[in-house]
């Protein structure tokens, strides 16, 4: 835990939570027989028509907002508030009209001056409480035009807010209303509006063109409506596209009463009212497609939810539906409200989605997925491809969760919004959400949701035949993007990364984080061990218990659906699907398995798994029944002391500040790092790891090796230590002076920090060891036979150094490169490096070896991890973080790597460019047995 530590925690509580959401949304009413319907009111001017511009007109004062019956007949009438920050001819008017009868049609009309606007607002949404988000506008207006078309005959014409005409009643007109389905209407001419011209259809042009119509007229002084032209007042001029030519620029046409009755007819032809559910719920999922081509993301997800209204079983409205809604949580009123509270300002889903906001788009130009010898690519489909990781080089345990982890990449994803001023000064507000609270939220809505998402995708998963495909449009790249397919593959793929996205959710649920008494966000990120070690940090809360195993049935959900994924997928052909392992041979498909397997066995109970060759007891449901808390943990400190006032001033926790070695003008910062103070207090985890201990080494390593102390150098190095060495006392260090172009040796006392040059050379070093009472350093020779490495020595006089012949050369066998020298009296071990193939990863292998009268040999010791040192004590061999029986070769010991770079006087050393950390030798916080350094 090093730099920034703090910091990074306040922001990331803020995505990595996704905390965002407070109180549900409420209708309420108490049971109440009255609506209050609540909206806003958005008047156009002349530049909104579709595709074309002309002049902006001024704007009449006094706004009234009326609800009609269907009879005609005014019954409510209020003054709306008006968005002053606006422009008046730009104004929004929010209006509240209380006191409505449930259960009834109405039409609201707004009205400025001659302007008018019209919705209509059908009985079964007209419920006690708030009905909310009526917006009024020129879409809607041109709404009711279609559905006064469809329910006028030539004998009695319909005008909806106006008296009905002899022969119609308002039963009769409310029942008509229920087949025309005039919310359908809205959205038809919503589709068409937002798609552009070039999204327009010999069908939709009709729309198209009465929409033009609405927003001339409205916009005309004089006019003010569309029934005025309509009933035959004032001629306007708007603009048309021709059916036959849809996609072609509008051209302007005046636009008489009877002309515009033939645009109001035409477009009144054009809709179709569905007959079923079935064919209402394809008419919405198309318009949500036309909405995606878009990026709106809102109307999208709006039109995939009256899809699932009309059939809840619909494939593509359970697809849509599930990826839409959950980019729609950063439209969500209660997350504006947190995320205020954070003084963030989050651009919408449309802005993100249209490439308006410093977001990337959430379909981000999406490509097939291919699997190829082991690692996962992307096939270039697009002309901008985002890299993907690789799982080439993991188990195949690790493979099986990373794959299903890139898998994740088919969900559209959004990144954080603005920064507040505060932010970008490193500072929270005052008004920031407690961890707690963000936590509720997590609880109330944020899983809440993504358990909906899931049962969308189920239902997916349940149809047959069905696919869902994210155009080149939708991707934002139509010009160069291709077509993706989402199969019942990517549905249970997709299944299983929500559930392991619930189980991370459960766990930051279950226990408390939050920042302890008396500090604030600003100041725990400048001591960031206080709330690590505070007692009531990483403690269960009181149902944390039961979120632990509400956590499991998530994970073995997410296991399951992983294994479906996997067999619906590597049966595909080469470029089927959006995920392709086509080329995977059998006994890669068949590891892939067996780890998912392991993964299955593992979530079952106790169970021995294989990793790596290694067979280890594990119980996983532990981790859930049994679940960890700050009693598991080892205690922290920090590395070297921390100093208050310098925290203060740089918002982290800084122990030290230093003129840079580059230009001493220039300050450099010590930020101190935490390190553990003890070892694990149980080996076996709370039972995770049955049967592990210290000595029984299950799970491959014997314990932590506790810090010490630490101390701040005398003087900064320049450059981290290139290589390290000790006589037993002191310790030297490679620092390469880019400035003068030298190569310095430096002397540490490792209890004191003092730092001195030793000497100082041209000769560039790298490793350096303690051999026959002085230094020497690995030397490399490339010919066009190869490469050969030299032990040679550095040979000191006076403050500088020289490099002399080497003692013994050694040519690689088989091995790439020299990671780490030492000494056992004449003998000189060194470890090594190299990579193997097993046809589905590339395994890395470490080995020592020694150089004894002249002889290269292997010592049979192989260390689990790359060794950056050596040493010999007594009979054993430590290699990094692994100690070796000298004469056995086995394995006795592997301790928590922390880097480690030397030995001196039974505590194993850490060095940096600013510090010199020490660890005790057990992690009983003994000495590792007394070193003989020869």
């Given at each position: 835990?090093?730099?920034?530590?703090?910091?990074?925690?306040?922001?990331?509580?803020?995505?990595?939570?996704?905390?965002?959401?407070?109180?549900?949304?409420?209708?309420?009413?108490?049971?109440?027989?009255?609506?209050?319907?609540?909206?806003?009111?958005?008047?156009?001017?002349?530049?909104?028509?579709?595709?074309?511009?002309?002049?902006?007109?001024?704007?009449?004062?006094?706004?009234?907002?009326?609800?009609?019956?269907?009879?005609?007949?005014?019954?409510?009438?209020?003054?709306?508030?008006?968005?002053?920050?606006?422009?008046?001819?730009?104004?929004?008017?929010?209006?509240?009209?209380?006191?409505?009868?449930?259960?009834?049609?109405?039409?609201?009309?707004?009205?400025?001056?001659?302007?008018?606007?019209?919705?209509?607002?059908?009985?079964?949404?007209?419920?006690?409480?708030?009905?909310?988000?009526?917006?009024?506008?020129?879409?809607?207006?041109?709404?009711?035009?279609?559905?006064?078309?469809?329910?006028?005959?030539?004998?009695?014409?319909?005008?909806?807010?106006?008296?009905?005409?002899?022969?119609?009643?308002?039963?009769?007109?409310?029942?008509?209303?229920?087949?025309?389905?005039?919310?359908?209407?809205?959205?038809?001419?919503?589709?068409?509006?937002?798609?552009?011209?070039?999204?327009?259809?010999?069908?939709?042009?009709?729309?198209?063109?009465?929409?033009?119509?609405?927003?001339?007229?409205?916009?005309?002084?004089?006019?003010?409506?569309?029934?005025?032209?309509?009933?035959?007042?004032?001629?306007?001029?708007?603009?048309?596209?021709?059916?036959?030519?849809?996609?072609?620029?509008?051209?302007?046409?005046?636009?008489?009463?009877?002309?515009?009755?033939?645009?109001?007819?035409?477009?009144?032809?054009?809709?179709?009212?569905?007959?079923?559910?079935?064919?209402?719920?394809?008419?919405?999922?198309?318009?949500?497609?036309?909405?995606?081509?878009?990026?709106?993301?809102?109307?999208?997800?709006?039109?995939?939810?009256?899809?699932?209204?009309?059939?809840?079983?619909?494939?593509?409205?359970?697809?849509?539906?599930?990826?839409?809604?959950?980019?729609?949580?950063?439209?969500?009123?209660?997350?504006?409200?947190?995320?205020?509270?954070?003084?963030?300002?989050?651009?919408?889903?449309?802005?993100?989605?249209?490439?308006?906001?410093?977001v990337r788009l959430p379909f981000g130009n999406m490509t097939s997925l291919h699997f190829?010898?082991?690692?996962?690519?992307?096939?270039?489909?697009?002309?901008?491809?985002?890299?993907?990781?690789?799982?080439?080089?993991?188990?195949?345990?690790?493979?099986?969760?990373?794959?299903?982890?890139?898998?994740?990449?088919?969900?559209?994803?959004?990144?954080?919004?603005?920064?507040?001023?505060?932010?970008?000064?490193?500072?929270?507000?005052?008004?920031?959400?407690?961890?707690?609270?963000?936590?509720?939220?997590?609880?109330?809505?944020?899983?809440?949701?993504?358990?909906?998402?899931?049962?969308?995708?189920?239902?997916?998963?349940?149809?047959?035949?069905?696919?869902?495909?994210?155009?080149?449009?939708?991707?934002?790249?139509?010009?160069?993007?291709?077509?993706?397919?989402?199969?019942?593959?990517?549905?249970?793929?997709?299944?299983?990364?929500?559930?392991?996205?619930?189980?991370?959710?459960?766990?930051?649920?279950?226990?408390?984080?939050?920042?302890?008494?008396?500090?604030?966000?600003?100041?725990?990120?400048?001591?960031?061990?206080?709330?690590?070690?505070?007692?009531?940090?990483?403690?269960?809360?009181?149902?944390?218990?039961?979120?632990?195993?509400?956590?499991?049935?998530?994970?073995?959900?997410?296991?399951?659906?992983?294994?479906?994924?996997?067999?619906?997928?590597?049966?595909?052909?080469?470029?089927?699907?959006?995920?392709?392992?086509?080329?995977?041979?059998?006994?890669?498909?068949?590891?892939?398995?067996?780890?998912?397997?392991?993964?299955?066995?593992?979530?079952?109970?106790?169970?021995?798994?294989?990793?790596?060759?290694?067979?280890?007891?594990?119980?996983?449901?532990?981790?859930?029944?049994?679940?960890?808390?700050?009693?598991?943990?080892?205690?922290?400190?920090?590395?070297?002391?921390?100093?208050?006032?310098?925290?203060?001033?740089?918002?982290?926790?800084?122990?030290?500040?230093?003129?840079?070695?580059?230009?001493?003008?220039?300050?450099?910062?010590?930020?101190?790092?935490?390190?553990?103070?003890?070892?694990?207090?149980?080996?076996?985890?709370?039972?995770?790891?049955?049967?592990?201990?210290?000595?029984?080494?299950?799970?491959?390593?014997?314990?932590?090796?506790?810090?010490?102390?630490?101390?701040?150098?005398?003087?900064?190095?320049?450059?981290?230590?290139?290589?390290?060495?000790?006589?037993?006392?002191?310790?030297?260090?490679?620092?390469?002076?880019?400035?003068?172009?030298?190569?310095?040796?430096?002397?540490?006392?490792?209890?004191?920090?003092?730092?001195?040059?030793?000497?100082?050379?041209?000769?560039?070093?790298?490793?350096?060891?303690?051999?026959?009472?002085?230094?020497?350093?690995?030397?490399?020779?490339?010919?066009?036979?190869?490469?050969?490495?030299?032990?040679?020595?550095?040979?000191v006089n006076g403050s500088t150094y020289t490099v002399g012949s080497p003692i013994q050369?050694?040519?690689?066998?088989?091995?790439?490169?020299?990671?780490?020298?030492?000494?056992?009296?004449?003998?000189?071990?060194?470890?090594?490096?190299?990579?193997?193939?097993?046809?589905?990863?590339?395994?890395?292998?470490?080995?020592?070896?020694?150089?004894?009268?002249?002889?290269?040999?292997?010592?049979?010791?192989?260390?689990?991890?790359?060794?950056?040192?050596?040493?010999?004590?007594?009979?054993?061999?430590?290699?990094?973080?692994?100690?070796?029986?000298?004469?056995?070769?086995?394995?006795?010991?592997?301790?928590?790597?922390?880097?480690?770079?030397?030995?001196?006087?039974?505590?194993?050393?850490?060095?940096?460019?600013?510090?010199?950390?020490?660890?005790?030798?057990?992690?009983?916080?003994?000495?590792?047995?007394?070193?003989?350094?020869?």
């Amino acid at each position: 835990m090093g730099s920034g530590w703090g910091k990074k925690f306040l922001y990331l509580a803020m995505t990595v939570f996704l905390a965002a959401l407070v109180a549900a949304c409420g209708g309420g009413g108490g049971g109440s027989s009255t609506a209050t319907v609540t909206g806003s009111a958005n008047f156009p001017v002349a530049d909104n028509v579709l595709a074309k511009r002309v002049a902006a007109v001024a704007t009449d004062a006094g706004v009234f907002v009326e609800a009609y019956s269907l009879d005609g007949k005014q019954v409510a009438q209020v003054n709306p508030t008006a968005d002053t920050t606006l422009p008046e001819n730009q104004r929004i008017y929010s209006y509240s009209i209380p006191g409505l009868k449930v259960n009834t049609d109405y039409v609201i009309k707004v009205r400025r001056g001659s302007q008018v606007l019209k919705k209509l607002i059908e009985k079964d949404s007209v419920v006690p409480g708030v009905v909310a988000g009526q917006t009024v506008d020129a879409i809607t207006t041109a709404a009711v035009v279609v559905a006064s078309q469809k329910l006028s005959t030539p004998e009695a014409p319909v005008v909806l807010g106006d008296p009905l005409p002899a022969g119609k009643t308002v039963g009769s007109v409310s029942a008509t209303l229920v087949t025309i389905q005039p919310a359908l209407i809205e959205t038809s001419i919503s589709a068409a509006v937002k798609g552009g011209r070039d999204a327009l259809t010999d069908t939709s042009v009709s729309y198209a063109n009465l929409y033009n119509m609405v927003v001339v007229a409205v916009s005309t002084p004089g006019v003010g409506s569309v029934d005025s032209v309509l009933s035959g007042g004032t001629a306007i001029s708007v603009p048309l596209f021709n059916a036959e030519a849809p996609t072609a620029p509008a051209v302007f046409s005046n636009i008489s009463s009877s002309s515009a009755g033939s645009i109001a007819s035409s477009s009144g032809d054009a809709y179709v009212p569905p007959t079923s559910g079935t064919e209402t719920a394809a008419m919405y999922v198309q318009q949500a497609k036309q909405y995606l081509a878009k990026q709106d993301i809102a109307n999208a997800n709006k039109c995939f939810e009256l899809a699932l209204a009309a059939d809840s079983s619909s494939a593509e409205a359970n697809v849509g539906g599930a990826l839409t809604s959950g980019l729609m949580i950063m439209d969500d009123a209660d997350f504006k409200a947190i995320a205020a509270k954070w003084e963030v300002v989050y651009p919408s889903v449309t802005q993100v989605m249209q490439g308006t906001s410093p977001v990337r788009l959430p379909f981000g130009n999406m490509t097939s997925l291919h699997f190829t010898g082991g690692q996962l690519t992307a096939a270039k489909r697009t002309a901008k491809t985002a890299a993907l990781t690789t799982v080439a080089s993991a188990p195949a345990a690790v493979k099986a969760l990373a794959v299903i982890k890139e898998l994740t990449a088919l969900l559209p994803q959004q990144k954080t919004g603005f920064k507040s001023v505060a932010k970008e000064l490193g500072l929270v507000p005052s008004t920031a959400p407690s961890v707690s609270e963000m936590q509720a939220m997590i609880d109330n809505v944020i899983i809440p949701r993504f358990d909906t998402i899931i049962a969308r995708l189920q239902k997916a998963e349940a149809a047959t035949n069905n696919s869902f495909t994210i155009t080149a449009a939708m991707q934002g790249n139509p010009l160069y993007g291709q077509n993706v397919v989402l199969g019942t593959g990517e549905y249970y793929a997709l299944d299983a990364a929500l559930n392991a996205i619930q189980v991370l959710f459960k766990f930051s649920t279950a226990y408390s984080f939050d920042v302890p008494s008396g500090y604030t966000y600003d100041t725990i990120a400048q001591d960031p061990l206080a709330m690590i070690n505070n007692s009531g940090v990483f403690v269960l809360k009181s149902d944390g218990k039961a979120k632990m195993a509400a956590g499991l049935d998530y994970a073995r959900k997410a296991t399951a659906k992983s294994i479906l994924a996997f067999n619906e997928i590597k049966g595909r052909a080469y470029g089927v699907g959006a995920v392709d392992i086509a080329t995977w041979t059998q006994t890669q498909k068949d590891d892939f398995t067996n780890a998912l397997n392991n993964i299955t066995t593992a979530l079952a109970g106790p169970s021995t798994i294989t990793i790596d060759g290694a067979s280890i007891r594990v119980d996983l449901t532990k981790f859930f029944t049994n679940p960890l808390d700050r009693s598991n943990l080892p205690t922290f400190a920090y590395d070297v002391p921390r100093n208050a006032s310098l925290s203060l001033k740089y918002m982290d926790p800084v122990a030290a500040e230093y003129p840079s070695p580059w230009d001493p003008n220039y300050m450099e910062l010590t930020v101190c790092d935490v390190y553990p103070t003890s070892d694990l207090p149980d080996y076996t985890l709370n039972g995770i790891l049955p049967g592990n201990s210290a000595a029984s080494n299950v799970a491959g390593f014997n314990g932590i090796l506790p810090m010490a102390s630490g101390k701040l150098l005398s003087h900064r190095l320049y450059d981290y230590a290139a290589g390290v060495a000790t006589d037993g006392t002191s310790v030297y260090v490679v620092d390469y002076n880019w400035t003068d172009n030298l190569c310095e040796i430096k002397k540490i006392n490792p209890a004191t920090g003092d730092v001195s040059t030793y000497a100082t050379g041209s000769t560039w070093l790298g490793l350096i060891f303690w051999y026959q009472g002085q230094l020497y350093t690995v030397t490399e020779s490339v010919s066009q036979t190869g490469a050969s490495y030299g032990f040679a020595p550095v040979n000191v006089n006076g403050s500088t150094y020289t490099v002399g012949s080497p003692i013994q050369t050694i040519v690689p066998q088989n091995w790439y490169g020299i990671t780490a020298v030492t000494a056992n009296g004449t003998d000189i071990y060194y470890g090594t490096w190299w990579d193997s193939w097993d046809g589905f990863t590339f395994n890395h292998q470490y080995e020592v070896r020694k150089v004894s009268n002249g002889q290269d040999t292997s010592t049979g010791m192989h260390p689990t991890n790359r060794s950056d040192v050596l040493t010999i004590s007594n009979g054993y061999l430590y290699a990094g973080s692994d100690k070796f029986d000298l004469n056995t070769k086995e394995l006795v010991a592997s301790y928590v790597d922390m880097g480690f770079k030397a030995f001196v006087g039974g505590y194993f050393y850490k060095v940096k460019n600013d510090r010199i950390i020490k660890f005790y030798g057990t992690p009983s916080k003994g000495l590792a047995k007394s070193l003989r350094f020869l």
